[in-house]
Each structure stands twice: as C-alpha cells, then as structure tokens.
C-alpha cells in the first residue's frame, strides 16, 4: 500500500526553451506520455529561455510546467553564470577543448532535479534533449554520461529499492541538427518559440553569433528549411 | 595552459550542520585538504541547521563556507519539505521502508552541486559523510549508490575528459554512530555545536523524538559519553 497514487505513463521532462528540449518533449507526447515539464532556473544569463520554456510547454501539451530554483551563480566558473565573455562562434573554441559556455555540472544538477520531481509523481521516466553530434562538446552530453546516470538514478531513489526500472531517454542522442529539426517540424514543433541563444535579449531575439545560434542555424540549413528564429 | 589556477589538495565537502558531515570534515582536514565546505538550502524545515553549518565550517577550519539554494520545496515528496509531519521515531517506520523524511534525490542533487563546485576550484576530492550502518534506510545512502555517483562524475566533467580521476570520499559509511563520536572526540569536535533533529528549533534545540535525534542518542550512549545536545 502507498499513500501517493501512481501515475501512469508519466513522464518528467526537461525543458530548457531551446530547440532540442521542445522537439525531445513533442517526441515524449508522441510516445503517449502525460508530460510534466520541468525547468531550471540556475541564474543563466539567457532568462529569457526561462519564458520561451513556458512557451513551449504549453504549446507542446505537457499536462504541467515547473521551474525550479538552484543558484549556480553561486559557484560560477562559466560564461553562462559568472562575469565571463561568452564567445563568438568563430572563435568558440579549438576541437576538442571544453568552451567557456560549460556550466559545470549542470546536467547531473538538472537530471538530480528532474529525478527528484519524478520520485514525488512515480512518474518511472525522465527525458532530455541532450545531443553528441551537433553539439558544444560539453561532457554531460555523451552517451556514456546519461547511461551512468541511469544506473545512478536506480540506485538513489525509491524505484530502485523497490525494483521498478527508472529510464533516463535521450532521443535526440545521435541525431544531426538536421534531423532535430526536422523531426520536430514533422511532430508540430513551432521553432519561432524556441530560444536557443546563449546571449538572447529580454524579448528572446537571437544574437546569431554565438555557438548556440551557430549551430541552431545549421540545422535550419542543413534541413532545407527556413529559420524562423528572431534575430536582434 | 589553463585560465584557472588549481588548488591543490583542495576538497569540498558537504556540511549540513549535523554531526556526521562534521565529522566528515574533521577527517577532511586532518587528511590535509584545503576543505570548501558546501551546505545546501533546499527548504528544508530544520533550518537552524544551516546556522549550524556556518558554526561547524569555522569551528573546523573550512577554508571558506558556501550556502547553495536549491528549492526542493517546488518538487515536494518529503516529510522535510513538503506539510507532511515528522515521523516520531517509535513509530517512524517498518524495517526495510523508506521513512517520511526521504527527500527525493536530496545527496544526487547536493553531491552533483558539490560536483559542480569541485570543477569551479579545480578540486579532485569530495567528501559526503553519508552512512549506511546507523541510518534512516534512505537509498542514496548505500556503498552501491556512492560508486554510481562517483563513476558519474568522472563522465560528467572536465577532469573526466581530461583524464584526472575525481574522488568522492565517505569515510563513514561503514562506521557506527558510537564509532563516529568517538571519531570526532578524537578530532576535536564539538558536537554541541552540530545540530541533527528534524524538527530542531530556531535556536538549533532538537524535539529528542525523531529519527534524526533517536540515531544521534544512541551514538553517545553507546560510545558511553555525555550527549551534549540541547534539547528543548
């Protein structure tokens, strides 16, 4: 006996604001699952992701949309949270160097949160839209760190105690930006609510320099398809 | 060549105010790391122990203290942060069940934020003085759980890709309470200064009925030492 009612099919899932997560939720719906859409505030200099992420929400029907609190401006140590420059795609970075845009830590932060929400709904399922092709090179977007993290999350909670199997999906994995993007123009992913850029305005628009927009744009491009981000 | 300097022998350690993660950062220091010491406020309904933390960082030499939040209240689920009542211990929970003060992914979510500042210091060494011997039965508490997370962290960083391998140490997981009193007595700690109790008051005094407070009586009783807690 519980005192807390299971919730079938629910499904936490993280929604930054940004292309990848919307299309990574319209892929959750499509696969029948009541989303509960789950935001981090970490004190990102982009908050304007923060509105576009209720955008997309809504928009995309998850069943709810929270946004949690965790201050990792506290501890800095990245352009998207203390006082450093984000850089100009061009000169972003070498191959195979960590840009100054890694937030360290943030998606094991982010996926505890999520995981934490998922244990108060019984919800067995979390997705997010991390991506190793085209991507920043960030550490915490490698297959081999969200399957780690799978096998973290059914030791940590309550699930895994009780032998039930909690899945960590990652959909967009080993998909092109291409492919994100015409996965979710396919499911009814409106792009033009997304914000994807690491130095957005207060009003969403783009600043089309930055890794982020750079590689948003490519995949407009490489999809043959018409980028209908806002730009400043 | 890197922007930041590293810090050698540097380590964070994870402070709540309690006696086992002062403990824990006595035997940090005497090991000779420079100790971060790390609390996390996540709305937990004991917050004199946060108070207590400040008092246990300095008391023990931290090189410095820092206070995260993270609003774990927005998620719920737990006796401690959510308007659920604290279990007296006598009646707190069955064997093998996992008690009404378990707070979802509470030490996935503080060690991924311990993470995170790790990588800001260039530190190698986290410390979390979870135990798995005299212990409330919470998951994220077990030997297996520790393993995961410290595989975890070394897929999830910058020191993992470049190579360097992070420790997560818990020197007290196989210890007893009376064993960690007694190690701390050694240590020159000084436990009236650590608050444990769930429903402990403003003013750090613990109700003497939880199972935070039962598990801590029962370290100075066995170790046959005075128990300097103050009561209310």
């Known amino acids: 006996m519980t005192l807390r009612s299971p919730t079938p099919c629910g499904a936490v899932v993280l929604v930054s604001g940004g292309m990848d997560s919307a299309v990574t939720l319209a892929i959750a719906r499509a696969r029948g699952f009541a989303c509960h859409a789950l935001s981090v505030d970490y004190g990102q200099r982009h908050r304007s992701e923060l509105a576009a992420a209720a955008r997309v929400a809504a928009m995309l029907g998850a069943v709810e949309h929270k946004t949690v609190t965790v201050d990792l401006r506290a501890i800095g140590g990245s352009a ?5 420059a984000v850089p100009e795609h061009a000169r972003a970075h070498a191959v195979d160097e960590i840009p100054a845009t890694y937030v360290p830590a943030r998606n094991t932060i982010m996926l505890a949160i999520a995981l934490g929400w998922a244990e108060t709904l019984d919800a067995g399922d979390i997705f997010c839209g991390v991506n190793a092709v085209d991507y920043s090179g960030y550490p915490d977007c490698r297959p081999a760190f969200v399957e780690a ?3 973290l999350a059914n030791l940590a909670t309550r699930a895994g105690v009780e032998g039930r199997h909690l899945r960590v ?3 967009l994995i080993r998909m092109s930006k291409a492919d994100i ?3 979710g ?3 009814g992913v409106d792009f033009s609510q997304t914000v994807s850029c690491y130095r ?3 009003e969403g628009r783009a600043c089309g320099r930055c890794d982020a927009c750079a590689l948003r744009a490519k995949g407009f491009v490489d999809a043959g ?6 730009y400043v």
Chains 1, 2 share one sequence.
Do not use: G, K, N, Y
């Open 169 to 171: 999906h990652v959909p």
């Open 80 to 84: 998207l949270t203390a006082d450093i």
């Open 225 to 230: 398809v018409a980028d209908p981000t806002r």
């Open 149 to 151: 993290f799978e096998r």
């Open 200 to 202: 957005a305005d207060a």
């Open 185 to 187: 123009l396919r499911l």
């Open 181 to 183: 993007v015409r996965e």
